[in-house]
């Protein structure tokens, strides 16, 4: 029964792996990274252990979000590519067992998309309801702009009819009116549309401002109700159409107002929710070398329905945001990782990767993405991290992270064969560009972080518990050390538990623990090192564990046959 549990919930034991097509391969030599460049990655994303695909959005776009500003919903960018490249890409992928999901971007869409010309063309036409508008002077809205640097309403007043559009991000990207029909009819199309191409769900952007009602005249609300009655219509809508589809979904809120997105006791919204709450409590932690803030948090961490998930992540694609830290808390991160005010965005957030914010130290590196695959859930990867790839701050913005992947140490890094004055974004230069980091030389030695998160790949798919069972924070005496247990009881019976242990301070330490329901004498294994260890009297275990140490402690109960 184990295997098909996990292959039927299999987003709960997936590694989930996000890449820009722009930037991850480009397959015709002309700069830009394409459906074909990424089709022959399918090969190395496998060795990886990747079991799920995220694409980045691909569609048409008005060249101002860096393509999360739409312009043809139902059409591909031709700069990737056709549609058969598309769909290629796709059967390829799967013929290698993996899953595809790719970005829904619905909550607006670019001013230049025909909706929005057509809206904005008079108050009268059939095209005006499709998008959010006010005839009144908007109050000042400056504290509620996403992007401060650039905008300071959400608001923005259209000369030609007078009238004012929400948009609660860039002001080419006005919102979408959710409360008309003839929208919510479009998402839905939208969505069986992509699934008939071969998707296997969606990663939806911005989900609490696609659902919410801000702005829109309450004449305009009647019939919509609540709004979370949309996205269950939306998920029972892809579950009709086939029922192993998801959404994962970005919502950034802290855990008592994200929770519901999950649908309350039904789980019939998002199938899966990106863990921010937890992720910013990681840099905290990290940042003070405590355990703490990661421990109060996972055990804060709602219990959620068996069929929805966590995915737990380090670093994507927009800036590392810490939003929910308070001013003292952020300012501690940004001390610790992003002093210089050129690392910082939007004074919320950072706009480094992970490696140069840990001076490259491997140690803590590999611990960190130890963790990330040991945390419950589901990991999630952003291209690049698996080498360890550094950021571009001479790259505005956010787009310092989304610089060009690093294959070889040769011309482009091998991403591209063209000039390099021609390429999509520049490659990262000093110490983390491809002379030092490409996958290239990292898959052929065994203790290149590749080699390393390949592993952790793998071992995470052995151990179903971590995204299947229940856990606990186990209490002790270290506080720089996390330590929980993940525990599944399988429907044959069998019980898998593993004890995960992680040092996020640079002192070798011991820590001892109790577990529940283990008897003294039992093996404990670590997978991965030769490390075994039994346990005392009513399951007291001592573990050691070096600075930035990690262990995967696997209870090998009397009846376990996995291998050690
Ligand atoms: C999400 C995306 C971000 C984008 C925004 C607007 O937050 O992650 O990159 O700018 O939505 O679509």
């Not at 996990?6 to 820009?20: E, F, G, N, Q, R």
């Not at 971590?466 to 506080?479: F, I, S």
């Not at 593993?498 to 004498?521: M, R, S, Y």
Request: glycine share 8%; with cysteine; charged share 25%.
């Amino acid at each position: 029964m184990r295997t098909t549990e996990t292959s039927d919930l299999w987003w709960k034991t997936a590694v989930i792996y996000c890449l820009d097509v722009k930037t991850f391969m480009d397959g015709d030599d002309n700069g830009i990274g394409d459906f074909d460049g990424v089709a022959s990655r399918i090969d190395y994303l496998n060795e990886l252990g990747v079991t799920c695909l995220w694409l980045m959005p691909f569609y048409p776009n008005g060249g101002r979000d860096d393509g999360y500003d739409i312009t043809d919903f139902y059409a591909v960018d031709p700069a990737l590519g056709s549609f058969g490249d598309l769909v290629e890409l796709v059967r390829t992928a799967k013929d290698r067992g993996m899953r595809v999901i790719a970005d829904l971007v619905v909550n607006h869409t670019s001013d230049r998309h025909p909706w929005f010309r057509a809206s904005r063309s008079s108050t009268t036409n059939p095209y005006r309801d499709f998008y959010v508008w006010r005839d009144t002077e908007p109050p000042d809205t400056s504290d509620q702009v996403v992007f401060p640097d650039q905008e300071d309403s959400i608001w923005q007043l259209d000369e030609k009819t007078g009238e004012w559009y929400l948009h609660n991000f860039y002001r080419q990207q006005p919102d979408l009116n959710i409360a008309n029909p003839k929208v919510q009819d479009e998402i839905a199309k939208i969505i069986g549309f992509w699934m008939e191409l071969g998707l296997d769900g969606f990663r939806v952007d911005a989900v609490p401002f696609l659902i919410e009602t801000k702005g829109i005249r309450k004449a305009d609300t009647q019939g919509y109700g609540d709004p979370h009655e949309h996205l269950r219509a939306l998920k029972a809508f892809m579950s009709r159409r086939r029922g192993d589809t998801i959404l994962l979904g970005e919502v950034n809120l802290p855990y008592k107002d994200q929770v519901a997105f999950f649908g309350g006791t039904d789980g019939d919204e998002l199938t899966m929710m990106f863990d921010f709450p937890l992720m910013q409590q990681l840099y905290l932690s990290l940042a003070r070398r405590d355990a703490g803030p990661v421990a109060d948090c996972l055990r804060k961490r709602p219990v959620i329905q068996p069929h929805t998930q966590y995915a737990n992540f380090v670093r994507n694609h927009d800036e590392l945001t810490l939003d929910k830290l308070t001013d003292e808390e952020r300012q501690e991160v940004f001390d610790a990782f992003g002093p210089e005010p050129e690392m910082q965005l939007y004074g919320r957030g950072l706009r480094r990767r992970l490696p140069p914010m840990l001076n490259g130290d491997p140690r803590r590196l590999k611990m960190v993405y130890s963790l990330l695959f040991a945390l419950p859930g589901t990991p999630a990867l952003f291209y690049g991290e698996e080498i360890g790839m550094g950021e571009n701050l001479e790259v505005p913005g956010r787009m310092a992270v989304r610089t060009p992947m690093q294959w070889t140490s040769g011309k482009n890094a091998g991403f591209s064969r063209t000039q390099p004055s021609r390429l999509v974004a520049p490659i990262v230069e000093g110490p983390y560009g491809p002379a030092h980091i490409n996958a290239a030389s990292q898959r052929k030695d065994p203790e290149s972080l590749l080699s390393f998160i390949t592993l952790l790949a793998g071992r995470y798919r052995e151990c179903p518990e971590l995204g299947m069972g229940r856990y606990e924070v186990l209490d002790h005496d270290a506080p720089s050390v996390l330590v929980h247990r993940c525990t599944w009881e399988q429907l044959d019976g069998d019980v898998a538990s593993t004890v995960l242990v992680h040092n996020l301070g640079p002192e070798a330490t011991e820590i001892t623990v109790t577990l529940e329901g283990v008897d003294g004498g039992t093996d404990i294994v670590d997978l991965f090192s030769d490390l075994e260890l039994s346990t005392e009297s009513r399951g007291r275990l001592t573990v050691p564990v070096e600075g930035y140490g990690h262990h995967w402690l696997r209870i090998h109960g009397p009846n376990d046959r996995r291998l050690r």
